[in-house]
């Protein structure tokens, strides 16, 4: 199973970036999850998004300015980051759950994939 997160780089403050995760068919019928990792500090939930695409959640800290989306044609979830922060900084990583809604339950995403850094510098 190969989950693969791309995109990050180094943005400045204020900035967009879009990350796509090619999640290949172990998305099929199954929520996608984006998590975070700073430095230092312990890996959170961003958010998740249902198998149709219909539903999704988002933390405090993102919500109004990160849009998670599929292409369930490409196995591809993005993750879109607008007004970006410093404290954004982090590993970003992408999962799959098993089962179609989103959830922040841990114990629930069966796959993950490697992060990409995005760095955000003030």
């Known amino acids: 199973v190969q989950l693969q997160a791309f995109g990050g780089g180094l943005v400045q403050a204020g900035g967009f970036l879009r990350l796509p995760c090619a999640t290949g068919?172990?998305?099929?019928?199954?929520?996608v999850g984006w998590f975070r990792q700073a430095p230092g500090k312990e890996r959170e939930v961003v958010g998740s998004i249902s198998w149709t695409g219909g539903r999704t959640y988002y933390s405090d800290s993102v919500k109004d300015r990160f849009t998670i989306d599929r292409d369930r044609t490409k196995n591809t979830v993005y993750l879109q980051m607008s007004s970006l922060k410093p404290e954004d900084t982090g590993i970003y990583y992408c999962?799959?759950?098993?089962?179609?809604?989103?959830?922040?339950?841990?114990?629930?995403?069966?796959?993950w994939g490697q992060g990409t850094l995005v760095t955000v510098s003030s």
């Open positions: 999962a799959v759950a098993l089962g179609p809604q989103p959830t922040t339950d841990w114990s629930r995403y069966r796959y």
């Open positions: 068919r172990t998305s099929s019928n199954n929520a």
